[in-house]
Structure formats: structure tokens, C-alpha cells
């Protein structure tokens, strides 16, 4: 697999054009996961093909092994990348609204959307009152399911329920994170049967692709899947790193934690804490560095930590389990 991926285009002084018509671009959050990069092509479609507004879907950063696997299977071209937006580009943004996920320019850019299903950040500008949808299900796509309406979804094409299930299937770990809803998993087997696809089957295709990062490098697995957050007065990078196979991470564990102040200071924060999902067991695996992770891993999880890793059973999911309990 090129790992690489496209690279990176500047922005160019005017909007991406189709035919003289300004294009809409349609992205997610950097370090593009599975959702970030089916939720953009799936609202692209719909623009273009359903309410007639010419849209293309983009993408900041190469996308994990899990949505590379998306694309293949559903025979969909990998966006391009940017590197950031433009003065007065047309933009929809989904699957995040937090300003420290988007381009540095965003708000010098026209912001015509946003759909997503995170708690609400603050600090986007618009120029004009916008649609905005942010509601408290477990994945973009099931939202986009709901605002396309059944009429439309009957004319969507294959790879488009296809990179719906997909990412519904992702963010809730095929039903197991604390995040999903009955109305996800209603969506999601929805799909499936219009797909005529075994969910446990498919589900599991999905997570062994996500599990294989031996082409990876340590500073390229720690920014993955990174959220930023602040406790106590530090900058910290929350990642997280969903597998199947747990134990090829933890054969990694001193490369990763040797990795862990570079990338810090690399990308303006304090520390990196990260998780290793153990999806099949619905359990976590913190790497513990330092005394600053201990006091937080104890303080947060009430656990006695005791060496460079602590198990946290049950805890699979960052928005629900992780980022709320962190505590000093």
C-alpha cells in the first residue's frame, strides 16, 4: 500500500472551478478517519447530483488504513489532499466544527454548512446564517442519512450506501462503542440489506484493515487519530489506535513512547496520551511515559498504575469514556 497517498496542493487564489461554476469543497477534520473521508464524498454526491450545487469532496491528510480500505473495496478515487482553503472558497465542513481540525484559513473562507455529530467548539466566522446540523448520534453518516430523506436515498448509487455503512460501522465499532444509538444501528442494517452484506462479515474485513499499520511510523501512528485538548494548563494530543490486534502495538511501546515528546513538541503540545483499542475485547490499553500520564491515568480512570501501561476495560471510545473523564 502507498501510504503516502496524493500530496498536498496549495490553495489557490480562487475556489476550485467545474466548467466556470465555483465547485464546492466538502472535507472533515485532519487526520482524515473513516468518517472524515466517506462523510465528504457521500455530501459531495448529494450537492452534485441531488440538489443540483457542484461540489467535490477533499481531504487534510492521508486517511487511515481503515478508510484506504473503504475506498478500494467501494472502488471510490482517494480525494485530493489540501493544504489549506482560500479567501471566499465555498466550504462545507462535516464531521467536525472545532477550528483547531480545519484549514488555517477557514475563516477567511465562505462556510456554507456543517454537519457533524461532536459537541459544539466555537471559534467558526461566517459571513452570512448558515445550515447547521450537529446532532448527538454516533457518526456523521447517519445524519447525512437522515437529512437526504428516503426519497433520495432510493437514487443513491451502490458505493455511496456503501461508504455510508461503512463509516457508520467505524464510528461505532460495529455496534459495540457507547456512542451508538438505535437509531445508527437501525441506518446501519438498513444498508446492509439494501447491500445484501453480512454486517459481522463485512465489520470484520473493516477492522483487520484498520489493525495492519506496519508500514506506519511511530510519529505517523501517534497523529492518526488525535484529537487536541487542554487539561490542567497543558496542550495534550488525545490519540487513539482501534485494532484487532493489540499486541502488534504493544511490540511497539517504547518506539511509540520514545516518539511521544517528539511529536509534542513538533506539533505545540505538552504530552501525547495514547490509547490502544482493543476492539473484539471492548477494553483499552494506555501507554503511561511519565508521571504526568500516571497522576492523570490514575486520577481519571481511578486505577493504581504501576508500570507503562494500564488496562482500562470497557473503555473504547474517546468522546464518551476518555476525553470526559480526564481529570488532574
Given at each position: 500500500m502507498d501510504i503516502d497517498g496524493p500530496q498536498p496542493y496549495k490553495a489557490r487564489d480562487s475556489a476550485i472551478r467545474l466548467?466556470?461554476?465555483a465547485m464546492i469543497q466538502v472535507f472533515g477534520h485532519k487526520a482524515p478517519d473513516t468518517d472524515s473521508t466517506g462523510s465528504p464524498?457521500?455530501?459531495?454526491?448529494?450537492?452534485?447530483?441531488i440538489r443540483k450545487t457542484p461540489a467535490k469532496a477533499v481531504l487534510q491528510g492521508v486517511p487511515n488504513t481503515e478508510a484506504v480500505w473503504m475506498l478500494r473495496q467501494w472502488d471510490v478515487?482517494?480525494?485530493?489532499i489540501i493544504a489549506d482553503v482560500a479567501p471566499g472558497d465555498k466550504c462545507v465542513i462535516v464531521d467536525?466544527?472545532?477550528?483547531?481540525?480545519l484549514p488555517a484559513s477557514i475563516n477567511e473562507a465562505e462556510v456554507m454548512e456543517v454537519i457533524d455529530h461532536h459537541l459544539l467548539a466555537g471559534g467558526l466566522k461566517t459571513r452570512l446564517p448558515i445550515n447547521m446540523t450537529l446532532r448527538p448520534l454516533a457518526c456523521t453518516a447517519t445524519i447525512m442519512h437522515d437529512l437526504i430523506g428516503d426519497e433520495d436515498m432510493a437514487r443513491a448509487p451502490r458505493h455511496i450506501k456503501g461508504l455510508m455503512l461503512t463509516c457508520i460501522l467505524s464510528d461505532t465499532l460495529e455496534f459495540r462503542s457507547?456512542?451508538?444509538?438505535?437509531h445508527d444501528r437501525f441506518v446501519a442494517e438498513k444498508l446492509a440489506q439494501e447491500l445484501d452484506l453480512s454486517i459481522p462479515a463485512y465489520a470484520m474485513e473493516m477492522f483487520t484493515a484498520k489493525s495492519d499499520v506496519s508500514a506506519f511510523a511511530d510519529d505517523a501512528l501517534l497523529r492518526m487519530d488525535s484529537k487536541e485538548y487542554e487539561l490542567g494548563g497543558k496542550q495534550m494530543r488525545i490519540s487513539v489506535l482501534e485494532t484487532t490486534a493489540p499486541q502488534v502495538l504493544l511490540d511497539r511501546k517504547a518506539a511509540l513512547m520514545a516518539a511521544m515528546p517528539i511529536v509534542a513538541a513538533a506539533d505545540g503540545a505538552d504530552e501525547v496520551m495514547l490509547f490502544i483499542v482493543d476492539i473484539l475485547n471492548e477494553q483499552s490499553?494506555?501507554?503511561?511515559?511519565?508521571?504526568?500520564v500516571r497522576r492523570v491515568a490514575e486520577a481519571s480512570f481511578g486505577v493504581q498504575v504501576s508500570g507503562d501501561t494500564v488496562l482500562l476495560p470497557g473503555v473504547v471510545s474517546r468522546k464518551k469514556q476518555i476525553i470526559p473523564a480526564l481529570a488532574l
Open positions: 466548467k466556470g461554476i464524498l457521500i455530501w459531495a454526491w448529494y450537492l452534485t447530483e478515487d482517494m480525494p485530493e467536525t466544527n472545532n477550528v483547531a481540525e457507547p456512542t451508538t444509538t438505535p490499553t494506555l501507554l503511561v511515559p511519565n508521571e504526568f
